[in-house]
């Protein structure tokens, strides 16, 4: 049975950093894709940045400010929120691929962000940003 594990997270003032960390078990992450997912209340859920096939790929409003990585030999992955403003308060989610997935736009391919692209799902975790 796969199940996906995060920790971390937790409050942060604008401006300071949190990591969040996301256990694997009973898959072998490998070369899977693997990403971050967020769902503020009443929002939509948005992909936050994911790894697997080529350079990571990262949603607009976290780029240059988060890093996605992964420890194959952990089977971990992990996200690093840098500067983080109060719009980044969300619930955080691990989530798994069984293989690879990847986006396509004008010619260039990278890590998908879509949510239904994703088989498995962690429980989440809380981050809080205040101003």
């Known amino acids: 049975q796969v199940q996906l594990v995060e920790s971390g997270g937790g409050s942060a003032q604008a401006g300071e950093s949190l990591r969040v960390s996301c256990a694997a078990s009973?898959?072998?992450?490998?070369?899977?894709?693997m990403a971050w997912f967020r769902q503020s209340p009443g929002e939509e859920r948005e992909g936050v940045a994911s790894?697997?096939?080529?350079?990571?790929s990262y949603a607009d409003s976290v780029k240059g400010r988060f890093t996605i990585s992964k420890d194959n030999a952990k089977n971990s992955l992990y996200l690093q929120l840098n500067s983080l403003k109060p719009e980044d308060t969300a619930m955080y989610y691990c989530?798994?691929?069984?293989?690879?997935?990847?986006?396509?736009?004008?010619?260039?391919?990278?890590?998908?962000?879509?949510?239904?692209?994703?088989?498995?799902w962690g429980q989440g975790v809380q981050v809080t940003v205040s101003s």
């Open positions: 989530a798994a691929a069984a293989g690879i997935r990847t986006q396509c736009r004008g010619g260039n391919c990278f890590p998908s962000l879509k949510g239904a692209d994703f088989d498995y």
């Open positions: 009973g898959f072998t992450s490998g070369g899977n894709t």
């Open positions: 790894i697997g096939r080529g350079s990571p």
